[in-house]
């Protein structure tokens, strides 16, 4: 509604059923009530518990309504009556029901987010197992799958999300004293899905899941308010990877640290540096990238100038708490160079998170490949022009000591290997310092006549002047290498950067939301968005307060937020941005594709349909009227058997035609999505024979056996009644006269087995999926049998309800077809299984 403040929706999490979600949102409306809130009850499960009825009194509770679904009544949410009466909060029970077909909305998720809309405040309640991301580890932990789900998003939009929890042990007790289920369901219950280990499974999915939200919201409140120092809510393990071999040492030794701490998150980060990283092998650090993905950590990459820096600003803004770090590779030589490396930096820079330095075997070794030329750093050149001054004075001094032990020559050559080393070290500016130094010295001190700067022998000029050119040149061409050096490792790092976004699309994250944290992990940003593109935004765009702003195709721009990018990495983000361009393109593709699919196997359907039903509906429609107009005639006096017969042909044909038509329609409507479901318990038994009454009569003998003893399923009884009848009948067309099909039922776990035996010619092994194809029959010969459609459509029917149907091979020669249906209570098939295993 325009101008309506959207309304709040508080969720009660439940652990397990039972736990007591219902009895505490209740609470909450009576505690609301007292404070003068304008409360009402739409919708309350109580189960008939008096301890949840008990909390009703004293609340107002609105009318439901009812709706008639296959010959029963049920009773709903009245979504208009809530609005109409428009309270300030309701309590609406069952998040993720599935409402009775009539109402405007499937879901009861989807009535509370129009209850929303509307300005109302929600209080409802949901379990676990019912969240979309943990249904399939439910089923693997408890072995029952749960049909109703509700998507993770609406419960994480949720403004409040209460956990209700109870140790295992207290909700058995709570079960055994018969306030969860009726007395004749407790042993059950508790022998299967209320086992110690499924309820501690449970509680551990929903206190991580519930840890998780928790941990977004503090991560929003923390950008929010620009907060970067630690806190220390959970233990977050970064580990710093290089691509050199001690990476998986590293590796292994982050994830005990993060195992210390139960739930602690291990994270591996690869710094890209700016001056390149001779020794990041790509293989080296895909193996460990992969290594840590095995452990169930993540793996992150980023571009930084400073690694100290890149590191330390990562580890905050993903409020880690513990940075590991492995000790230096570096040799003895380096070390005396500059004594100061990485760890060092790491450890004064680190303020509140503990650093691990760990030994390993390379370390103190030197790396394996060189480091190429990077960029002086400011202290380094500064350093440079002191040695460009001291170093030749030292020199000088040394050789005045030892005068006359070398010649002129010599002496040229030890002032030349020390400008070599000053440019080496210091740079052009500092070597360029060194040789004009050293010239004068050499020339003051050296070069006849001595402790003067004029030379009397023109060979002593021309040796001054061609060692000061030697210099130069030699000055001038290690800054040249030092340049070209540093383009090529930023090259490296480039091309080491989009590797690794290539790789990621090649994994199959081409996500749009996972592409946009690379990029802000990559660059160390604090957000990365795309947001509509403007007709002036037509280039990199660089604004103040760390603002980056990248067109991503013709009608989206990159905006980056966090920190100022150096001119050095925007041909980087520029091609980040156009890999999320491309990935956009391709979900639109994508989306375009998947809309114009439908229309496609509609045709074929259609054109499938049109080949197959010329002769199908023709054969029965030719046989009624044929039987029809020879009962009309007047030329042909029939006796009363003859009669007989041509009304049963009419009839059989009539019969035949209407199971056509109806397996048609209910074919189309699964293939268009729109077929409704009611799952109710439904007994085999009273299924079987309804089922046989619509079919045709047949020589072929059909028995039953087990279906009277055997448990409910869950089931939508005219719907099963169609997958009997499709497959007995497509059992008796292949099965030999006077040879019967046999009907029998057995419970295997949770689920409950119906059998169709015939004793036909069997299937071969490659046939077994073809025979579930739409209008197919196997040897396509007979085409007065039908369109092909009954086992097609028994399988949609099944697999829409939950179950699954199955060829096998029936010992002695035949198909069996296998149906497979989840027990109405599992507690029930569970119990039916061990009486008969006893």
Same mark, same amino acid.
């Not at 030197?366 to 350093?383: D, T």
């Not at 009304?647 to 109806?662: G, K, M, P």
């Given at each position: 509604?325009?101008?309506? /403040? ?43 518990? *008096? ?11 609105? *009318?439901?309504?009812? =709706? ?14 809530? #609005? ?5 909060? @309701? ?34 309640? @949901? ?16 072995? $029952? ?28 007790? /709570? ?83 993060? +195992? ?28 460990? =990238? ?77 790396? /394996? ?28 001094? @040394? ?67 061609? %060692? ?20 090529? !490792? ?16 090649? =994994?199959?994250?081409?996500?749009? *939301? ?18 509509? /593109? ?15 702003? $990248? ?69 029965? #429609? ?15 006096? %029939? ?124 299937? =071969? *092994? ?13 040897? +396509?010969? +007979? ?8 086992? !097609? ?46």
């Amino acid at each position: 509604m325009p101008g309506v /403040r959207p309304g709040t929706l508080k969720v009660f999490l439940g652990a397990a059923p039972g736990v007591g979600k219902t009895y505490r949102m209740l609470d909450e409306g009576r505690r609301r009530a007292r404070r003068g809130t304008d409360v009402v009850v739409a919708y309350a499960e109580c189960h008939a518990r *008096p301890h949840t009825e008990e909390k009703l009194e004293g609340l107002e509770i609105l *009318p439901r309504t009812h =709706r008639e679904y296959r010959g029963a009544t049920f009773s709903e949410l009245d979504l208009d009556s809530v #609005l109409a009466r428009r309270p300030k909060v @309701v309590l609406v029970d069952e998040l993720p029901h599935t409402n009775v077909p009539g109402g405007r909305n499937a879901k009861r998720w989807q009535d509370i987010e129009e209850l929303l809309a509307a300005g109302i405040d929600v209080v409802t309640t @949901v379990n676990v197992q019912h969240l979309e991301s943990l249904n399939d580890v439910v089923e693997k932990i408890t072995g $029952v799958p749960q049909r109703e789900t509700v998507p993770d998003e609406i419960v994480r939009r949720a403004h409040q999300i209460e956990l209700v929890d109870m140790p295992a042990e207290a909700l058995r007790r /709570r079960m055994a004293h018969g306030n969860i289920y009726k007395p004749e369901k407790v042993d059950a219950a508790l022998a299967h899905y209320f086992r110690v280990g499924n309820l501690t499974a449970l509680r551990e999915l929903a206190l991580l899941w519930v840890a998780g939200r928790v941990d977004e919201t503090l991560q929003k409140y923390r950008s929010e308010h620009g907060i970067g120092t630690v806190w220390e809510t959970r233990e977050r393990v970064v580990v710093a990877l290089t691509g050199g071999p001690e990476g998986e040492t590293l590796i292994r030794r982050a994830e005990r640290i993060a +195992d210390r701490s139960s739930g602690g998150d291990l994270l591996a980060l690869h710094v890209a540096r700016s001056d390149g990283l001779a020794d990041a092998s790509p293989a080296a650090l895909a193996k460990q =990238r992969a290594l840590v993905e095995s452990l169930g950590g993540s793996y992150h990459s980023v571009v930084g100038d400073h690694v100290p820096t890149a590191l330390l600003d990562f580890a905050r803004a993903e409020n880690a708490t513990q940075l590991v770090l492995g000790t230096s590779r570096r040799s003895w030589f380096s070390r005396l160079v500059a004594p100061r490396g990485i760890g060092e930096d790491t450890v004064e820079l680190s303020g509140d998170i503990d650093v691990h330095m760990v030994t390993h075997e390379r370390a103190g070794r030197g790396r /394996r490949l060189p480091v190429p030329g990077r960029q002086l750093p400011h202290s380094r050149r500064v350093a440079g022009l002191v040695a460009g001054l001291t170093i030749p004075l030292l020199l000088t001094a @040394v050789l005045t000591h030892i005068r006359g032990t070398l010649n002129l020559t010599s002496e040229a050559l030890l002032f030349l290997v020390t400008v070599i080393g000053v440019a080496c070290f210091g740079g052009v500016v500092s070597a360029l310092l060194a040789s004009l130094t050293a010239s004068l010295l050499l020339n003051y001190y050296f070069i006849p006549p001595s402790g003067q700067f004029t030379i009397t022998e023109p060979n002593n000029a021309l040796a001054l002047a061609v %060692f000061a050119l030697v210099a130069v040149t030699v000055a001038a061409t290690v800054d040249r290498s030092l340049r070209l050096a540093r383009r090529a !490792a930023s090259a490296t790092v480039e091309a080491e950067t989009l590797s690794s976004m290539a790789g990621n699309i090649l =994994r199959g994250d081409q996500a749009v *939301p996972i592409l946009l944290e690379r990029t802000r992990e990559t660059f160390g940003m604090e957000s990365a968005e795309l947001v509509p /593109r403007s007709d002036q935004e037509t280039e990199t765009v660089e604004g103040g307060d760390g603002l980056v702003k $990248v067109p991503a195709g013709p009608d989206q721009v990159l905006v980056l937020r966090g920190r100022t990018l150096p001119a050095s990495e925007h041909r980087v983000l520029t091609a980040f941005a156009a890999h999320l361009a491309a990935a956009l393109d391709h979900a639109r593709l994508a989306e375009a594709a998947a809309e114009v699919e439908p229309v496609k196997a509609a045709d074929r359907m259609r054109t499938a349909l049109l080949a197959a039903v010329s002769h199908d509906l023709r054969t029965p #429609l030719a046989s009624g009227r044929a039987a029809i107009s020879s009962l009309r005639s007047t030329d042909v006096d %029939f006796t009363a058997g003859e009669r007989e017969e041509l009304l049963a042909t009419a009839e059989n044909s009539l019969i035949q035609l209407n199971r056509l038509v109806d397996n048609l329609l209910d074919m189309s409507r699964l293939r268009a999505g729109a077929l409704t479901l009611h799952l109710q318990p439904t007994a085999f038994a009273d299924v079987l024979p309804t089922a046989l009454a619509t079919l045709a009569a047949t020589p072929v003998p059909i028995e039953s056996q087990g279906l009277a003893e055997i448990c409910d399923v869950q089931a939508d009884p005219p719907l099963l009644e169609r997958i009997v009848a499709n497959l007995v009948t497509n059992a008796v067309r292949h099965s030999p006269e006077q040879q019967a099909v046999v009907v029998t039922a057995s419970a295997l776990g949770p689920r409950v087995e119906l059998r169709v035996i015939d004793r036909g010619p069997g299937l =071969r *092994p490659e046939d077994r999926d073809r025979i579930f194809v739409p209008f197919q029959r196997m040897g +396509d010969n +007979d085409n007065t049998t039908g369109l092909g459609l009954g086992l !097609a459509l028994s399988r949609g029917l099944a697999e829409a309800m939950g179950g699954a149907l199955t060829p096998e091979d029936t010992p002695g020669g035949g198909l069996t077809m296998v149906l497979s249906l989840q027990a109405a209570t599992v507690e029930e098939a569970v119990e039916f299984t061990t009486s008969n295993e006893e």
